[in-house]
């Protein structure tokens, strides 16, 4: 036996739950670092590419969770979490179940619950930027320290940095999900501006640069807001809220004219309106932090 | 008379009406590097600190305009801008309007028109990153070439990177409102982000790391969206909208337990839910940028 068959043999087991895009990712950065993987899907066939490369196919989920003491679940939503893991509880007793799905703070909790009640190691988890089995690939992980700590070296072989946040199971989804309403909100706005500058004749790749840049711009502007916001002080000297206004109303107009809907811009708007009428206009925009509470008062919007 | 003087002494002049936090950066780039420069604000007394930088505070916007060829004009909106070129009007006549007012491409059109009945020579322009006197300044400019390659060595004055976009006067505020439309929806979404984290105990400085890497992921994405979009080809190989969708959800459902206004997202999750209605749910996330029409029919939504 040569040194590298050794390392490779003496590489945990993994089982993995779910052959969506991600789990297919999961169980093949799990096979290229020489991990004995056992994979099972509701759809066999998903299986397939992944046997090719040497995986077990399991043939339920009580099954393939036996083949491991390392469960890796990672499916569309909690709700199909819930329906495997309750199909295999009795196989999970004593093993360590590790919940990559996306999913909300109060869920992590309540399968934190489930998984105690049933004797189940749980570690909640959240695959920030999905780029598994490279560097790129940022994952957290809460729950117990020693479990974490255990199945670490495990959890490498998908790649890319890995962070445990502390034993309350909800941090890892609780940062998730602000990271992701981050994601998905600047995404939308960066293919709305695609929208209103296809509608003016300006094409996608003309505006490629200057949305890198601008993108750029609220990167460098992250930890001066984050500054304002910890401090509750928005100093407003260099731009402020009512020139914030002025200038959404310029883009929310443009884009209306353009036969295009304005809805994201237009609820950002709102918060920006809630803030001037609370006597915040000299406030820089970081103010808006405060804003987006949803017992907040409705403010009558002036027609725009 | 030294070199350097003669150098200063050649410098064009220039007038810079509306002294707001824009407008004052502006002069104050002009003064720097060496432009006589003749001031105006309708109050007068936000000209103080430039006149103790040596600017010619005029008394009116026509006498302001009178002491230079070059005039520019940033004040808060184009009504602003309206009125301040109708008292001046006269004055104006033969001399070359720069417009770095923020506005739409229809107004910029319109104040094209205006300029060229008054045979007063107009270019139209943006600033869209604010950093003037910086490299990390960014301006673009719409209206005759020949205007502007006369008037370019002076406007190199104000610092970072000037184009021009073209003869058509809409040009420049077309792609400000784009990258602009981009700029306050991701600004929001970060904003947003750090709302639903404080909800969950997380400090704002906590997720700054992790948030710039989510917008540096959004940079990366912007010429692969780009491609999808200008193909009109959306391959959801890797993700696709179904899971956009299931994604989205969950950052409305933690939002809403967190007690917080969920409207952004929520108008995001409507464009998702309009393309996968429409057939498109197989797609990558980039097939949305068709689904911002307002003539689209309204999907109705599932309760999220």
Not at 95 to 99: C, D, M, P
Not at 217 to 230: F, G, M, S, T, Y
Not at 244 to 254: E, F, K, L, R, V
Not at 299 to 304: F, T
């Given at each position: 036996?040569?040194?590298?068959?050794?390392?490779r043999?003496?590489?945990?087991?993994v089982?993995?739950l779910?052959l969506?895009?991600?789990?297919?990712?999961?169980?093949?950065?799990?096979?290229?670092?020489?991990?004995?993987?056992?994979?099972?899907?509701?759809?066999?066939?998903?299986?397939?590419?992944?046997?090719?490369?040497?995986?077990?196919?399991?043939?339920t989920?009580a099954?393939?969770?036996?083949?491991s003491?390392?469960?890796?679940?990672?499916?569309l939503?909690?709700?199909?979490?819930?329906?495997?893991?309750e199909q295999?509880a009795e196989?999970?007793?004593g093993?360590?179940?590790?919940?990559l799905?996306t999913g909300?703070?109060?869920q992590?909790?309540?399968?934190?619950?489930?998984?105690?009640?049933?004797?189940?190691?749980?570690?909640?988890g959240?695959?920030?930027?999905?780029?598994?089995?490279?560097?790129?690939?940022?994952l957290f992980?809460?729950?117990?320290?020693?479990?974490?700590?255990?199945?670490r070296?495990t959890?490498?072989s998908?790649?890319?940095?890995?962070?445990?946040?502390g034993?309350?199971?909800?941090?890892?989804a609780?940062?998730?999900?602000?990271l992701?309403?981050?994601?998905?909100?600047?995404?939308?706005?960066?293919?709305?501006?695609?929208?209103?500058?296809?509608?003016q004749?300006?094409?996608?790749?003309d505006l490629t640069?200057?949305?890198?840049g601008?993108?750029g711009?609220?990167?460098?502007?992250?930890?001066?807001?984050?500054?304002?916001?910890?401090s509750?002080r928005?100093p407003?000297?260099g731009?402020?809220?009512?020139s914030?206004?002025?200038?959404?109303?310029?883009?929310?107009?443009?884009t209306?004219?353009?036969?295009?809907?304005?809805?994201?811009?237009?609820?950002?708007?709102v918060?920006?309106?809630?803030?001037i009428?609370?006597?915040?206009?000299?406030d820089?925009?970081?103010?808006?932090?405060?804003?987006?509470?949803?017992?907040?008062?409705t403010?009558?919007?002036?027609?725009?």
């Open positions: 036996m040569t040194p590298q068959q050794a390392t043999d003496d590489r945990a087991p089982t993995v779910g969506g895009p991600m789990g297919r990712a999961l169980a093949g950065a799990f096979l290229t670092n020489g991990h004995r993987t056992t994979v099972w899907n509701r759809t066999a066939s998903k299986a397939d590419a992944l046997v090719a490369k040497s995986a077990i196919r399991a043939a989920a099954e393939a969770v036996a083949a003491d390392l469960v890796i679940v990672c499916v939503d909690q709700d199909a979490v819930r329906t495997i893991v295999a196989s999970l007793k093993r360590t179940l590790v919940n799905t909300t703070p109060e992590a909790r309540a399968m934190a619950t489930w998984a105690a009640e049933r004797g189940v190691d749980y570690l909640d959240a695959i920030v930027t999905p780029a598994i089995g490279t560097p790129a690939a940022r992980y809460s729950g117990p320290e020693d479990l974490y700590e255990a199945h070296s959890l490498a998908l790649g890319g940095t890995h962070t445990h946040l034993t309350d199971a909800a941090r890892a609780a940062y998730d999900v602000s992701l309403d981050l994601f998905w909100t600047a995404a939308t706005g960066y293919l709305h501006a695609l929208a209103l500058a296809d509608a004749g300006i094409a996608a790749k640069v200057d949305a890198q601008i993108v711009l609220v990167r460098d502007l992250i930890p001066v807001l984050a500054d304002q916001v910890e509750r928005y407003g000297d731009s402020n809220l009512v914030a206004a002025a200038g959404i109303d310029h883009i929310i107009d443009a209306k004219a353009s036969g295009l809907d304005a809805g994201v811009l237009s609820a950002a708007r918060a920006v309106l809630r803030a009428e609370a006597g915040h206009g000299d820089s925009f970081a103010r808006v932090v405060e804003m987006f509470g949803s017992a907040q008062e403010v009558s919007m002036p027609s725009s």
